[in-house]
T-cell receptor, first 108, second 117 residues
Framework: GQNIDQPTEMTATEGAIVQINCTYQTSGFNGLFWYQQHAGEAPTFLSYNVLDGLEEKGRFSSFLSRSKGYSYLLLKELQMKDSASYLCAARNDYKLSFGAGTTVTVRA | GAVVSQHPSWVICKSGTSVKIECRSLDFQATTMFWYRQFPKQSLMLMATSNEGSKATYEQGVEKDKFLINHASLTLSTLTVTSAHPEDSSFYIC?????????????FGPGTRLTVL
């Protein structure tokens, strides 16, 4: 089976940096995804890692270590609109298994 | 690019009726679409995988006779909740998979909130 763990909640100040960690255990792993979900809305795609290392996309970066079963999403220069739930999802074969999500609250 | 629509966005129905939800990939063809269910403050749970022209693959514990899935074309999949009951009230979200150079990525529709009275 799949086991995806991420913190439940994080709070940070506008302009700051926040790192959301995710650990996973899954057979047949072939990719790690991060999605953003605002309350009552569907998830939107943020990033995808399949090889070890850091992928940078504007204010958001994602890192993967396959040997450690570990990923993180880094949010820089936080804005109020970044307040949302961030979902880590590991893919095995063709299916995504989602973590419970990390609710990030950005305060002024 | 990679836009997925879902219709309706919300629906309220009486217990015992059936509800059909449509999922369309608007600007790409998707051989594979997925149906998820999300209860309040919980993560997405995969219900089934829908492949164009073939029968859907259901996850363990999901009743295939209750949740009928049809994937008639490369841009349309439908989920029909048959004989809906209050416990079926949930947020149903579809996704369509788009192949890319880095691997296939799922893009999600806006979701359908179902309330069964």
């Amino acid at each position: 089976g799949q086991n995806i763990d991420q913190p439940t909640e994080m709070t940070a100040t506008e302009g700051a940096i926040v790192q959301i960690n995710c650990t996973y255990q899954t057979s047949g792993f072939n990719g790690l995804f991060w999605y953003q979900q605002h309350a009552g809305e569907a998830p939107t795609f943020l990033s995808y890692n399949v090889l070890d290392g850091l992928e940078e996309k504007g204010r958001f970066s994602s890192f993967l270590s396959r040997s450690k079963g570990y990923s993180y999403l880094l949010l820089k220069e936080l804005q109020m609109k970044d307040s949302a739930s961030y979902l880590c999802a590991a893919r095995n074969d063709y299916k995504l298994s989602f973590g419970a999500g990390t609710t990030v609250t950005v305060r002024a | 690019g990679a836009v997925v629509s879902q219709h309706p966005s919300w629906v309220i129905c009486k217990s015992g009726t059936s509800v059909k939800i449509e999922c369309r990939s608007l600007d790409f063809q998707a051989t594979t679409m997925f149906w998820y269910r999300q209860f309040p403050k919980q993560s997405l749970m995969l219900m089934a995988t829908s492949n164009e022209g073939s029968k859907a693959t259901y996850e363990q514990g999901v009743e295939k006779d209750k949740f009928l899935i049809n994937h008639a074309s490369l841009t349309l999949s439908t989920l029909t909740v048959t004989s809906a009951h209050p416990e079926d009230s949930s947020f149903y979200i579809c996704s369509a998979e788009q192949a890319s150079g880095k691997g296939d990525t799922q893009y999600f529709g806006p979701g359908t909130r179902l309330t069964v009275l």
